[in-house]
């Protein structure tokens, strides 16, 4: 598929991206989970300023983002560990 022009809105704003067709779904899901985001913190917080409320979701987002790279390092290693494991209790059955 060959690339699309969409017009996504975040924090009332309207910004115009060219995208490949298939992204545009996932695009557009993302756009609604950060403008949820933004409207539970102005309705739970003091801040109305629309910058504030931005960089507050940029914050969870990125937060969200650094805890799945650290499971998936750790997952990373323990699978590591596992092979190694199977590696060794192979040898050992083939070298008897």
């Known amino acids: 598929m060959g690339e699309i022009s969409i017009k996504i809105p975040i924090s009332d704003r309207i910004y115009p991206l060219r995208i490949k067709a298939e992204e545009e779904e996932m695009i557009r899901r993302a756009a609604k989970i950060i403008n949820e985001r933004i ?37 990373n290693v323990d699978v590591a560990d596992k092979v190694e494991q199977l590696n060794g209790m192979l040898n050992d059955f083939f070298s008897k």
């Open 39 to 75: 409207k539970e913190y102005q309705d739970n917080y003091a801040a109305n300023d629309k910058q504030d409320l931005l960089s507050m979701a940029v914050l969870h987002f990125a937060t969200i983002v650094l805890k799945l790279e650290t499971e998936t390092s750790k997952q």
